[in-house]
């Protein structure tokens, strides 16, 4: 049997399409992380919360609405990106011009709050929600099984990083967006209406998270806290990944969820932690991220 | 005597009665701790301008050296007590070293970061005991003299490190090295151009931060004998902030304020409100932040300065 | 405004303390009502405690019956600081502490400091009654030793002999393993091997991967909660459970709820109380449905159980002295809609019969909440196991 580094080739192949599966999720939450701080310098500490509240959109949409996965997809993003545009206009707006550390402050509280609430209104122990009939069943890959739907995760996700890659760098409204960045006042002036473009991107953020959270509501339990730990883990792959740089984001979260993969079978103990330690040596070198710049 | 040295006068009174007039000594002694805690976490948010979102990690790991050396080693009160704020010291200066390296939210989110990774070793280190905690720490008694299983005794010793701490944060913020800790907080790049090596200034500032946070973990420890893992997870650093934030960053006496509201609020607002603590909780955050960001004392003092 | 308001906010709260009449007789239950375990204890509990002292008539020895009740938000000093207060202030006779075995080590270490009995139902901890033990401790419902013994004995004799285990990586987690490798060994199985699975984990495929590498017939989940329902689900997805047999260590009917039986089935677990054992568990379970719109745990019926049980031994004693009242419940026979057969063992253990479960297929479930099917009823001297000798009321 081949070996690499002692251990068979095909727990390495299997090992490395799970990590991928992970890493897709990292992705995800990191990008929406790093397009709302890009644009808005606010760290949205809500972003787990959001992606709860996405999971559990969809959740209602199937068991009280009869909407099912497919549609729920797409509705379950627009109706939390439409909450965060509300939150964004009522409560982060106000801290327009302060230290970028409020927003931290205030979106650690709006988390507490909506993560409180879901569990209030949902329970404490959680539900499934079923994978999507089309989805189910598995591909035999030889050196594993993989289930339909891991292997719709990984497509899916690298589709939609793609594309919001695509769209803030390459079009138009991304080089507004950009513009925004480097001199919000200058584009006002230009006729631009820079408020509701910052409303907008936040909407934006949360939407990506939500729509994660919809990806991962087949896989895991769905909960009030099934994003609190993570958005942990996202942070410090943002930071590993360079602040503000969407292909940072995008490339140490896929990059992480297969470091992540290897220590699970070296050494799984510290599989919760290799994130951290990566972020500390990160820091060590290069402090401002893999793909940050001063 | 001016305003202050009556108010002074009167609040030491008041908290030297606090046996006498059957206010819980425990409960008093828990808010207590969690009042030093936020004062030494103002130390580096108020004085400094750093957020910290980690501070659980010291305050949590020194309780658990301080409990640990107790009761598995048998050690005596006051060297468990040092240890742990060594442990917290030395903790702190691993972090402070990485995460100087950051400024402002990144500093926040890298602290929180390694924070985690010591919540993830007090979960999983055998000595803890998980889940269980680290139970039944002995009060023992101080140097061997004063035996502190009483709870007034115990109490009249957490008050006195209260106000030996409180002291010791004005003389600290007070003495020419706050004021370049303040100089950092107003304008660093000032700072630096004025000659200042601001990162052994902040690293200073962080570890001094982190060792006071330990002294208060580990008294805790010594004073309701446990340490659970509810002292390093990363909420009670959250609610660290919400003292501090609360009571008024920047001032000396808001983060005790602030600290006996949220214990206060802990404690009882759960028998009216039920679950939905959590809830409120994140709101008085929000409302902290958007309508009143200079906190109970600092409001109250540019009420009076706008005389 | 907003400061007055939360002043205001907070002179009421302290205000609200129940005021108690030196002629009452105090139950308090401080649980968690708020979080991780409020599912399967929690606000139900409360209500479960409530019913017991209504069915009692609401008196005894001719003093009304109060209840006080406190969330202790899993976190141990305001769970030991209500306890005292209510001791000290409230005239507290009895506390029933709900889940989170670390908050209840607290609190037992308060009913030895102010004798008041004390009966923990839902912690699995068996430290309670081992190296933790008081003399008003009465551990109810089940513990982490019963648990493991009753699923692992009951597999093993059955045929599954190779084990591997998926353990959560924390005391806790290790108890559970070790319990039930014990188990398996004695009964001539084996284990082939663990994966030490880091607490709430995102991800449950790559570990179970490793468990399924090791041709085991036996997948051991020493693991609770969310980490149990989402390393099960992974199993389900990957095809493993086709191949292996799950083996739940901590499982309860939420967990099983929320799992759903297309991914638990044929899955075994041990439980206390079943709400489908009889007519008598099928009443109260009627009852606690109208109220709550959920099937009552075993925490549940073990509150019921264990206010009941207190009463009844004040009753038989003839006062509420707490030395009288420990003495009364450790000669008494217990037999209610909980247990027919249980007694308070010397180390505080509620010995009594456990059932070992296994979870229905879809098809074999007939109406909601039709989730287990007894594959045995273990006595409680073989699920609790023999007096271990670490609490020195009990020795050997």
């Known amino acids: 049997m081949t070996t690499i580094f002692g251990y068979p080739l095909v727990v390495v192949l299997g090992q490395l399409v799970l990590g991928l599966v992970n890493g897709s999720f990292y992705a995800l939450l990191s990008l929406g992380l790093a397009v709302i701080f890009g644009l808005m310098r606010v760290v949205n500490f809500a972003h787990g919360a959001f992606y709860a509240l996405g999971a559990y959109a969809a959740l209602v949409g199937l068991n009280v609405l009869g909407v099912g996965y497919w549609p729920a997809l797409l509705l379950a993003p627009l109706v939390v ?127 990506l998270a939500a729509f994660a959270g919809v990806l991962s509501a087949p896989v895991i339990l769905v909960s009030s806290q099934m994003g609190s730990a993570l958005v942990i883990v996202v942070f410090a792959v943002v930071v590993i990944g360079g602040m503000g740089s969407i292909l940072g984001a995008v490339v140490s979260g896929l990059l992480l969820g297969l470091v992540e993969g290897f220590t699970k079978v070296i050494y799984p103990e510290a599989s919760n932690i290799v994130v951290f330690v990566i972020m500390a040596l990160v820091l060590i070198v290069r402090p401002h991220g893999l793909f940050g710049r001063e | 005597m001016r305003p202050a040295t009556i108010g002074y006068g009167l609040a030491l009174a008041a908290a030297l009665a606090v ?89 926040a989110m890298i602290t929180m970061a390694l924070a985690q990774l010591v919540y993830f070793v007090c979960l999983e280190a055998p000595f803890t005991g998980g889940e269980n905690g680290l139970q039944g720490v002995p009060r023992g008694s101080l140097a061997g003299l004063v035996p502190l299983r009483s709870d007034v005794a115990m109490y009249y010793v957490v008050l006195g490190a209260f106000v030996g701490m409180y002291l010791l944060i004005r003389r600290i913020v007070h003495s020419p090295f706050g004021q370049v800790l303040k100089a950092i907080r107003e304008n660093e790049a000032r700072a630096v151009s004025l000659g200042y090596e601001i990162d052994r200034y902040k690293l200073l500032a962080f570890v001094l931060s982190a060792t006071l946070s330990g002294f208060a973990g580990a008294l805790k420890a010594v004073v309701l004998g446990f340490v659970t893992l509810s002292d390093v997870l990363q909420a009670n650093s959250g609610e660290v902030i919400l003292m501090t934030l609360l009571g008024g960053t920047g001032t000396f006496l808001g983060p005790a304020v602030g600290a006996g509201l949220v214990v206060t609020l802990q404690e009882y607002l759960s028998d009216l409100v039920g679950g939905w603590v959590t809830v409120i909780i994140g709101a008085v955050f929000v409302a902290c932040v958007l309508l009143f960001r200079r906190g109970i004392v600092g409001e109250l003092l540019a009420l009076r300065a706008r005389r | 405004m907003k400061l007055r308001a939360l002043i205001t906010g907070l002179a009421a709260a302290c205000a609200l303390a129940p005021t108690a009449r030196a002629a009452d007789v105090v139950i308090g239950d401080i649980d968690d009502l708020s979080g991780l375990y409020s599912d399967v204890s929690g606000p139900g509990a409360t209500e479960a405690m409530k019913m017991a002292i209504a069915d009692f008539g609401g008196t005894v020895l001719g003093r009304r019956i109060v209840t006080l009740v406190a969330d202790h938000q899993n976190k141990p000093d305001i769970g030991a600081s209500k306890f005292r207060e209510w001791a000290d202030q409230n005239g507290l006779n009895m506390l029933i502490g709900g889940s989170n075995t670390g908050v209840n080590i607290a609190m037992a270490k308060v009913a030895a400091a102010k004798k008041v009995p004390f009966f923990p139902v839902g912690p699995g901890g068996a430290s309670l009654t081992n190296e933790d033990c008081t003399a008003y401790t009465v551990h109810y419902a089940y513990d982490t030793t019963a648990l493991a013994n009753g699923t692992a004995t009951t597999i093993v004799k059955g045929g599954g002999k190779t084990w591997f285990f998926l353990t959560a990586d924390y005391a806790f987690g290790s108890q559970l393993q070790n319990a039930a490798a014990k188990v398996v060994e004695a009964n001539g199985g084996k284990v082939l091997g663990a994966v030490r699975v880091p607490l709430s984990a995102s991800d449950f495929s790559s570990f179970l991967l490793q468990a399924q590498g090791s041709g085991a017939q036996v997948i051991g989940l020493a693991n609770a909660g969310e980490d149990f329902v989402n390393s099960m689900k992974a199993a389900n997805e990957f095809g493993i459970t086709k191949s292996m047999k799950p083996a739940a260590l901590l499982a309860f009917l939420t967990n099983i709820h929320s799992l759903g039986l ?65 003495a009364e419940l450790k000669r008494m026979k217990i037999s209610d809609l909980f247990t027919p057969n249980g007694y308070v063992r010397r180390d505080g253990v509620m010995v009594h019969d456990m059932y070992v479960m296994q979870v229905k297929s879809p098809k074999e479930s007939r109406y909601a909440w039709d989730y287990y099917k007894v594959v045995r009823v273990m006595p409680g001297e073989e699920a609790f196991g023999p007096v271990t000798g670490l609490c020195p009321l009990a020795p050997k």
């Open chain 1, 81 to 207: 990106g439409a909450l965060g545009v509300v939150a964004e206009r009522l409560l982060l707006r106000r801290l327009h011009g302060l230290d970028p550390l409020y927003g931290l402050l205030l979106t650690f509280g709006l988390a507490l709050a909506i993560e409180g609430t879901l569990h209030q209104v949902f329970g404490s122990s959680g539900e499934s929600y079923p994978v999507p009939e089309a989805l189910r069943g598995v591909f035999n890959l030889g050196f594993m099984i993989l289930p339909r739907y891991r292997a719709w995760v990984i497509v899916v996700s690298l589709v939609v990083c793609f594309g919001t890659w695509f769209v803030i760098e390459r079009t138009r409204l991304g080089a507004t967006l950009r513009a925004a960045t480097e001199n919000a006042p200058l584009l006002q002036a230009f006729g631009v209406n820079v408020p509701v473009l910052v409303a907008a991107t936040y909407g934006g953020g949360v939407a």
């Open chain 3, 262 to 326: 297309e991914t638990a089935q044929g899955l075994y677990l041990t439980t206390g109380w079943y709400w489908d054992l009889n007519d008598q568990t099928r009443a109260f379970a009627k009852r606690y449905f109208d109220k709550m719109k959920k099937m009552p745990t075993m925490d549940h019926a073990g509150y019921y159980s264990a206010t009941l049980t207190y009463l009844k031994a004040v009753k038989a004693a003839g006062t509420t002295d707490s030395d009288k009242v420990m």
């Open chain 2, 19 to 107: 046996p006498a007039v059957g206010v819980y000594p425990v409960f008093m002694m828990k808010l207590l701790c969690f009042a030093m805690f936020a004062c030494a976490f103002n130390l580096l948010l108020g004085f400094t301008g750093m957020l910290s979102f980690g501070h659980a990690a010291f305050f949590g790991a020194a309780a658990y050296a301080t409990g640990w050396l107790a009761t598995a080693r048998g050690w005596g009160t006051l060297p468990a007590l040092g240890a742990g704020v060594v442990v917290a010291a030395t903790l702190g200066t691993a972090v402070g070293a990485l995460a100087i390296r950051r400024r402002g939210i990144y500093f």
